[in-house]
């Protein structure tokens, strides 16, 4: 591994404010792809350590360094001015789009049970959701499912890794 490579894609990840997908940060780095997987193994390992405040994740897609899981409660205290929560409404809403995607309002409404304009419209301004397409129903009604930005602020991968439905206590 190159010297130096390690300190360059921790500053590079530090600095970036969205997931950063490993193409990328070959071509910035100017390594080849193996040089950079090594790198990015041996950041995560030197992170793991409990000197550490931050960890190294695979998120939407890419890496993104992030707080350990042990200092959640100090950091949401630290950043809980001028951020709003998710309501409880807003999180059964954003999980019925998750699990049931492409979906329209009216199948998340029939699942809730509960009209769901003003939460769905909330959730597109926050980037969690987005119009997928048009369902080829009368009317057209549009199609949401989830952003790389709902994966990102839920710390996941890729859909898979949504915990299974039952473990949410009944299913969505």
Do not use: W
């Not at 360059?8 to 950063?20: K, Q, R, Y």
């Not at 940060?25 to 790198?39: D, F, K, P, T």
């Not at 409880?88 to 998340?108: D, F, G, K, N, S």
């Amino acid at each position: 591994m190159r010297s130096g490579l390690r300190a360059l894609i921790e500053a590079l990840l530090f600095a970036a404010p969205e997931p950063v997908p490993l193409g990328r940060l070959v071509e910035v780095c100017g390594a080849a792809e193996g040089e950079v997987r090594a790198a990015l193994a041996a950041l995560a390992e030197h992170l793991a350590g409990e000197e550490h405040g931050i960890e190294l994740a695979e998120v939407a897609g890419g890496y993104r360094l992030f707080t350990k899981r042990r200092f959640a409660p100090q950091v949401e205290a630290l950043l809980a001015e001028g951020r709003p929560r998710l309501s409880p409404a807003a999180l059964e809403t954003l999980a019925v789009i998750a699990y049931r995607q492409p979906v329209t309002r009216l199948e998340v409404e029939e699942v809730r049970g509960v009209q769901c304009d003003h939460i769905i419209r909330q959730l597109l301004e926050r980037q969690l959701i987005r119009v997928v397409g048009r369902k080829e129903a009368p009317g057209r009604p549009f199609l949401y499912g989830t952003t790389p930005l709902f994966l990102e602020h839920f710390g996941l991968r890729d859909l898979s890794e949504l915990p299974p439905p039952e473990r949410l206590g009944g299913g969505a």
